[in-house]
């Protein structure tokens, strides 16, 4: 398909099977893993923060689900339950903890993900510099879009839906 051949609805058609593959290869990794959302969610966000060679305390995952405490301290204790992470002090900061995952959890859902982050990062690869940058400026208005609906900014708005 050349780019004169490439319309709107085409574009839109494809996003909307990719967000039905991830949503798929997020099922088959919580399936396999014996996960739910937001505990994959943890992990995947744990096992990131760790390859950055951060930590990351109980507040930051909170943040990160948009949940509370509360609802963040019995998924914690779900997954330290199930062997998939582990409460650590904090080095400097008695009084702080920060949460870990364990390498059982590194194993099992790491290989995973790692294995479709390794296979977008050899397309990415493929690409261009004129690509790459499109594609960043196309996910990062459709991520705006998909966050002004999420706070409710001009959700109401179907013009926005051509601006976004």
Not at 118 to 124: G, L, S, T, W
């Amino acid at each position: 398909m050349t780019d004169e051949q490439t319309t709107s609805t085409d574009v839109i058609t494809a996003l909307a099977r990719f967000r039905a593959a991830d949503a798929q290869m997020h099922q088959r990794v919580r399936a396999t893993s014996s996960l739910g959302e937001n505990e994959l969610r943890i992990l995947q966000f744990l096992l990131h923060r760790q390859h950055e060679g951060a930590v990351v305390r109980p507040s930051e995952l909170s943040r990160h689900l948009g949940i509370s405490s509360a609802s963040t301290t019995a998924l914690i204790d779900r997954l330290e339950r199930q062997g998939s992470v582990r409460r650590v002090s904090h080095p400097t900061d008695r009084r702080s903890l920060l949460i870990a995952p364990t390498t059982e959890a590194e194993r099992s859902v790491a290989d995973l993900v790692d294995a479709f982050e390794n296979r977008v990062a050899a397309i990415v690869d493929g690409l261009d510099e004129s690509g790459r940058s499109c594609i960043l400026d196309f996910l990062a208005d459709v991520t705006a879009a998909a966050d002004r609906i999420a706070t409710g900014d001009d959700w109401r708005s179907r013009s926005d839906y051509a601006r976004a």
